[in-house]
DNA sequence: CCTATTGTTTATCGATCACTAAAAAATAAC
DNA sequence: GTTATTTTTTAGTGATCGATAAACAATAGG
């Protein structure tokens, strides 16, 4: 960690020696751009300076390494739209997470002029043995989201929102791969409305209305009770 | 091409020249095994050379280059367990296709002893614009597969097995994203267990049922009933 | 001014990338 | 044995990989 770090606020004095030619944040962008098009290792240094518009030594004085721009890229790329790990747990219930996870997602990964697809969701899934630590963090990373809505899960089973023979594990599982599945979809070209459908039908496997106790508190549109690709009940 | 092709069965006669010292089908095994753990950028030629035990040329000479190895490899993969196109169309309904990819596509990607995950459901999805064509043919292989669903959920909507008001691309599109998210999970290191209750949630959407004309001929396993991360109705 | 600090430019570094020309080795046909 | 054919081995190709040493330029503090 040779570079200074400028993440403290308000008004610095102004810096020492020589001003930096380019902008820290557009360069960030730039690389966000690149990386988040290609993949890691579909993205060369040379694909990186030429740009950012930078010679080589200026990008390793800025950010370290190639990886380490990365791991910055991807913090970066958390506020991208997609749903973050603290949010699911502050989520209304766990099936506002999981909605929200899966509607927010596919906004996500299909927002025009940004390119398709999740980062996380689709980001090094296989990789060269010599990037095995950063498709671990990654790994992590998907591992972390899917934690934070187990437990959220988990509360509203302990909270009797949902019956308890609730597998909150499954049911974690069931919408991070629906996650993973929707950018895989976004990569191939499809379009939000296109995508829109598969949130339906996961959260129509939500669990509550027929077993589970209270259900007045849960909030379910319209579309959930009705999946698009399923035809309206003629009788019940 | 200019490696002659050994396709012809029929006990060839024997070749003309010098012997291959090494076995094809153990060199595209070998080939199968890299390209599917790391992908096709995460192998280098080195890699294939090396774990093959042959050198460069010989490589070259009997598959033509690496991208050109990939799309063989590919074809050998075809047929590891998962579904393809043609048996999508030849299944007993949409349904049970559904039903089969997803099982069929669980017990692929968690093979003991096999690398993990899906070589085209999580291959190539991001990568260097200089591979882009490859990409492109996963991506083509994707779609196929997709479609072959949906044509097979169209059937079943006009034989009448399916309600009328089916939306068979939004169908499909829930199969194979919940495919694809399956082997992104495998990828993290789920194990099968943890990966078949998807298949009921998934299932449990199908049409057929409420709206549905005629339901006797299609076989329901209870799991698709009653999925194992839902609680048993006490009434309905 | 001088010194210290910071970021730039220039010119690479050795390693690895996918790939190949050329010669040698091994076999079959004759 | 000679020739033709095929595959191997040897020894590389130029290009690109991620990363850097060293010198230069630009700023602030004194």
Do not use: N
Not at 82 to 93: C, I, T
Request: hydrophobic residues 40%; aromatic residues 4%; contains cysteine.
């Amino acid at each position: 960690m040779a570079h200074s770090s400028r993440t403290t606020a308000a008004a610095s004095p102004r810096p020492r020696g020589r001003q930096p030619t380019f902008d820290r944040d557009e360069a960030l962008e730039t690389a966000l751009e690149l990386f988040w098009r290609h993949g890691y290792e579909g993205v060369s240094l040379a694909d990186l300076t030429s740009a950012m518009g930078i010679a080589a030594p200026s990008l390793y004085h800025a950010f370290g390494s190639k990886a380490d721009l990365y791991r910055e890229v991807l913090r970066r790329y958390g506020s991208s739209g997609g749903m973050k790990a603290d949010e699911v747990g502050a989520a209304a219930s766990s099936y506002d997470a999981a909605r929200q996870m899966l509607e927010r997602g596919i906004a996500a990964v299909t927002m025009p002029g940004k390119p398709l697809g999740c980062m996380v969701s689709s980001g090094m899934l296989m990789a060269s043995p010599d990037h095995a630590e950063l498709a671990a963090e990654l790994k992590a990373l998907r591992a972390s989201l899917r934690h934070a809505l187990q437990k959220r899960i988990q509360r509203d089973i302990d909270d009797g929102v949902l019956p308890r023979a609730t597998d909150a594990a499954a049911l974690a599982r069931l919408v991070t791969a629906a996650m993973q599945g929707i950018s895989v979809q976004a990569l191939d070209g499809a379009k939000a409305a296109e995508l829109l459908p598969i949130v339906a039908a996961v959260l129509a496997a939500w669990p509550g209305r027929d077993g589970g106790k209270p259900t007045s508190r849960q909030t379910r549109p319209a579309s959930a009770r009705t999946p698009s690709h399923r035809a309206a009940p003629r009788a019940r």
